[in-house]
Nanobody, 118 residues
């Protein structure tokens, strides 16, 4: 599976942005999917997870209520809807997949830059 992110860019505080992740090679329906981000000088952190078993979603408190992850298995796509963005959301955002049976995310895209200006 290969993952390619798109949809990043510059947005003002309070605005919205939708990131897309296109997968090729295999269907995503059996993969747990996630979005991570990495800000300059900081480690990579998870911002959204969606499970293959039942589409359960999980978010850290920092984005809960503002970000929404979704998937379209028919199109082999995963999305991250970002609303009410803040300057601290500025980071490179990565789409990631966890193969069936894997204990951690093992497939990563190259990332897309999101910059939030105040």
């Amino acid at each position: 599976v290969q993952l390619v992110e798109s949809g990043g860019g510059s947005v003002q505080t309070g605005g919205s942005l939708r990131l897309s992740c296109a997968a090729s090679g295999r269907t995503l329906s059996t993969y747990d999917m996630g979005w991570f981000r990495q800000a300059p000088g900081k480690g990579r952190e998870s911002v959204a997870t969606i499970l293959s078993a039942d589409d359960s979603t999980y978010y850290p408190d920092s984005v809960k209520g503002r970000f929404t992850i979704s998937r379209d298995n028919g199109k082999n796509m995963v999305y991250l809807q970002m609303n009410s963005v803040r300057p601290e959301d500025t980071a490179v955002y990565f789409c990631t997949a966890r193969s069936p049976g894997a204990t951690k995310y093992n497939i990563w895209g190259r990332g897309t830059q999101v910059t939030v200006s105040s």
